[in-house]
């Protein structure tokens, strides 16, 4: 018992003079989305029907492979095959990547009147769940479908929450990321502000759209040119291919080198005139 006092008293000094150190807590860092989750939501954003990651991956290697060979059996210049397979298994993605911003530009004018119709539908009484569902009908055509996929889900089961968390993947969006957020939330707690929310989101997103739209215009010859710059040097270098004689330079190693400085040149400056030409693109921080 003496020992047991001494020892409980020591323990209690001890953690009062540590109370006095609070431990800071440190913020929970965001998990950035990868490349892969990047090129997936661009999948999703180009609306092309049966079009996964997978399949394009698949695509862009047998692509790549036909074209090597095909290159090799021409000119049998292994660093030339090499050099229009790489371009080749790029086409897919690029493509892809094409068409998830020029449908993006189109949904950008279309979002504000999504919000409109639901601002509308919560003044008018509906609940939540059929305000998204009466979108499948009378909101913008190019989002139907999502939304009347939503409503499948929400008749089928009921859940509000994992038919938002659907709709949400289906869109890939940033701005249907904050409006699902801002819905769910508004679904959870309650509150007389949503519509007020609602109006200024809608306000705020035909003035971004409106200003992107100028700012595109203007910088479209830059990209432009980064482009015609890129392909210049390679449509020379195919026409020097149907040449037979032009060929023998580049089967030297002193040819092989000159091809991957071209490439890596090329493609550095391609990257540099898009980043100083290029738009900041709204990151999906609500994934």
Not at 76 to 98: D, E, T
Not at 136 to 149: C, K, S, T, V
Request: glycine residues 6%; positive net charge.
């Amino acid at each position: 018992m003496n020992t047991v006092l001494p020892l409980m008293f020591g323990a209690g000094l001890l953690c009062i003079w540590w109370s006095f150190w609070p431990r800071e807590e440190t913020p929970a860092q965001r998990s950035r989305a990868t490349m892969r989750d990047q090129l997936n939501d661009e999948v999703v954003q180009s609306a092309i029907n049966g079009l996964t990651l997978t399949r394009l991956l698949w695509m862009s290697g047998c692509l790549g492979a036909f074209v090597l060979l095909v290159v090799m059996a021409a000119t049998a210049v292994p660093a030339i095959a090499v050099a229009f397979a790489a371009i080749a298994a790029y086409l897919p993605i690029a493509v892809v990547r094409g068409k998830a911003r020029r449908r993006r530009s189109q949904l950008r004018d279309l979002w504000p009147d999504v919000v409109d119709h639901i601002a509308s539908a919560v003044r008018a009484g509906l609940a939540l769940p059929e305000s998204l569902s009466q979108l499948a009908i009378r909101g913008p055509e190019e989002l139907r479908p999502a939304f009347a996929e939503f409503a499948h889900d929400y008749r089928a089961t009921g859940r509000f929450h994992e038919c938002l968390d659907a709709l949400k993947h289906r869109l890939s969006d940033p701005v249907a990321d904050r409006l699902v957020e801002s819905l769910r939330i508004a679904r959870e707690v309650g509150g007389t502000d949503l519509g007020k929310l609602l109006r200024t989101l809608s306000t705020f997103l035909r003035d971004d759209a409106r200003t992107r739209a100028e700012l595109e215009a203007r910088q479209s010859w830059t990209v432009n040119a980064a482009r015609l710059a890129v392909a210049a040097p390679w449509i020379v270098l195919a026409m020097l291919a149907t040449r037979g004689d032009s060929l023998a330079a580049y089967r030297e190693p002193g040819g092989v080198v000159v091809l991957i400085i071209g490439t890596a040149v090329t493609f550095v400056a391609y990257r540099v005139m898009r980043r100083i030409g290029r738009l900041p693109v709204e990151a999906r921080v609500l994934r």
